[in-house]
C-alpha cells in the first residue's frame, strides 16, 4: 500500500535530477556550444570590454574601477544576504528544536522532525554556498580594480587576456552563487510537502533555459559586434606597440 512518507522518497530525488540535469547539459553548452549561452556571450563581452578599457587606460579608468565598483556592491548585497539568512534559519532551527511543534496538517509527505532538520539543512548549505562564492567573486573584482588601470598594459595584449579572465572569474562566482540563491526556492517549497518542491523545480529548470540561452538573432548581432570590435582593437594593439 502506498504511504504518504514515501512521496518524499520519489519526488524529491526527481526533482533534484531535473535541476542537476539541466544544470549538467548546461555546463556542455557553455564548454561545446558557447554561442548557445548567455553566459559565454557575456564572458567574451567582458574580454571585448577589458580590452576597449585597457587601450587607453587614463582615459577609461574611471569608468573602468566606476563599473567594476557596481559589481562590489551587487556581490555585497547578495553575500550579506546569504549570511543573514543563514543566521535566520539558525535561529528558526533552535526555537523549532527547542519547541515540541508539530507538522501542519495541510502539508501531505514525511512530516518527521529529522526530515524536518534536514530541510532547514540543505537550505542553510545553500545560503552558505552563495555567501562563499559571492566572496570570491568580491576578492576577484578588487583585483581586477587595480588591474585595469595598470599604465603599463597598454599595447600589451597578454596583460589584457590575464585581466579578462579575471573578470570572467569573478562573474562565473558570481553567478554560482546566484544559482545557489535558485536552489533555496525549491528546497524552501520542500517544508511544504514534496510535490510542491517537485512542481518549482520543472518550473525553476523552464525558466532557466529561456534565461540561459540565446536566440539567433542575439548570437548574429553578438558575432558581427566580436568581430568589429577585435578587428578595431588589434589594428590599435598593433599601432601601440610600433609607437612603441
Request: aromatic share 12%; hydrophobic share 45%.
Amino acid at each position: 500500500m502506498w504511504k504518504e512518507e514515501s512521496l518524499d522518497a520519489v519526488l524529491v530525488p526527481a526533482g533534484l535530477a531535473v535541476m542537476v540535469a539541466y544544470h549538467v547539459w548546461l555546463g556542455y553548452a557553455i564548454l561545446h556550444r558557447p554561442k548557445l549561452t548567455v553566459i559565454s556571450l557575456n564572458a567574451e563581452s567582458r574580454r571585448q570590454w577589458v580590452f576597449s578599457m585597457m587601450t587607453e587606460p587614463l582615459k577609461n579608468g574611471t569608468l573602468a574601477v566606476q563599473t567594476i565598483r557596481n559589481n562590489i556592491m551587487a556581490s555585497t548585497l547578495l553575500a550579506t544576504t546569504a549570511i543573514t539568512l543563514c543566521s535566520i534559519i539558525g535561529v528558526f532551527v533552535s526555537n523549532s528544536s527547542a519547541s515540541k511543534s508539530t507538522a501542519s496538517a495541510i502539508i501531505y509527505g514525511n512530516k518527521s522532525p529529522l526530515l524536518a532538520t534536514i530541510k532547514n539543512f540543505t537550505i542553510l548549505i545553500c545560503f552558505l554556498m552563495a555567501f562563499l562564492c559571492n566572496v570570491q567573486s568580491i576578492r576577484y573584482y578588487a583585483h581586477v580594480s587595480f588591474l585595469v588601470t595598470v599604465p603599463v598594459s597598454r599595447g600589451k595584449k597578454e596583460h589584457c587576456e590575464y585581466v579578462s579572465r579575471n573578470l570572467n572569474r569573478a562573474s562565473y562566482f558570481w553567478s554560482l552563487g546566484l544559482r545557489a540563491f535558485y536552489f533555496s526556492f525549491p528546497l524552501f517549497l520542500w517544508n511544504f510537502g514534496p510535490i510542491p518542491m517537485f512542481v518549482c523545480c520543472c518550473m525553476l529548470s523552464s525558466i532557466l533555459y529561456f534565461l540561459d540561452t540565446t536566440t539567433t538573432f542575439t548570437r548574429q548581432l553578438h558575432s558581427q559586434s566580436f568581430r568589429e570590435t577585435a578587428e578595431s582593437m588589434d589594428g590599435e594593439i598593433v599601432s601601440a606597440v610600433h609607437a612603441l
